[in-house]
């Protein structure tokens, strides 16, 4: 058995004996997020880790496309 198909399954029985999604557990960090005030933040980014309620991005054009804008500082 595929010990990386083991630690998926493993994970998302966890999340599913705690009461979690099993996206939630398996999910990555996007490599940007627009926050609620339309602030695009990327990876490694001053706000990233502190921007909690956001959109996804894959990119930071993509975030600037959808009215987004990058942030001042």
Do not use: D, W
């Amino acid at each position: 058995m595929n010990p990386s198909f083991c630690k998926k399954s493993l994970a998302v029985l966890l999340a599913l004996f705690l009461g979690l999604s099993p996206q939630i557990v398996l999910a990555e960090e996007p490599s940007v997020k627009k926050s609620k005030s339309g602030i695009c933040h990327a990876k490694g980014s001053t706000y990233y880790s502190k921007t909690k309620n956001y959109t996804p991005y894959q990119s930071m054009e993509a975030c600037l496309k959808s009215g987004g804008r990058r942030p001042k500082r």
